[in-house]
């Protein structure tokens, strides 16, 4: 039987640096959302839609993002006491945080010319 302290140290760091790198990004995906809001065009000479598309886009990307920092820790202490690498599910978290991107730029897009 081998010592896995190593190992595991490693990917408890590797997973507590991640997940850090996930809380900026999550920051940023909000800071979008935020920030279509400037970029949407007032619609003087195209039919818009509904401005609410803005406020849908804001509340997913703060509910996504709340929900996926809240979910993978519990998911990386769960491999972590199972003794099973714990890191590849934090880099699955900040995909799914970058993938969020798109979708509040879809959801955002339907309350005109963005």
């Given at each position: 039987m081998?010592?896995?302290?190593?190992?595991?140290?490693?990917?408890?760091?590797?997973?507590?640096?991640?997940?850090?790198?996930?809380v900026?990004?999550?920051?940023?995906?909000?800071?979008?959302?935020?920030?279509?809001?400037?970029?949407?065009?007032?619609?003087?000479?195209?039919?818009?839609?509904?401005?609410?598309?803005?406020?849908?886009?804001i509340?997913?990307?703060?509910?996504?993002?709340?929900?996926?920092?809240?979910?993978?820790?519990?998911v990386?202490?769960?491999?972590?006491?199972?003794?099973?690498?714990?890191?590849?599910?934090?880099?699955?978290?900040?995909?799914l945080?970058?993938?969020?991107?798109?979708?509040?730029?879809?959801?955002?897009?339907?309350?005109?010319?963005?």
């Open positions: 081998t010592d896995e302290r190593p190992r595991r140290v490693v990917d408890l760091t590797a997973s507590i640096v991640i997940w850090f790198c996930h900026l990004l999550a920051v940023g995906v909000f800071g979008l959302s935020v920030l279509t809001t400037f970029g949407t065009d007032a619609c003087a000479y195209e039919a818009c839609g509904s401005p609410r598309w803005i406020d849908a886009a509340w997913t990307a703060a509910v996504g993002s709340l929900v996926l920092l809240l979910a993978f820790p519990l990386i202490n769960a491999r972590g006491r199972a003794r099973r690498l714990a890191f590849p599910f934090a880099l699955i978290g900040c995909v945080e970058v993938a969020l991107v798109p979708v509040v730029f879809a959801i955002a897009s339907n309350a005109g010319p963005v």
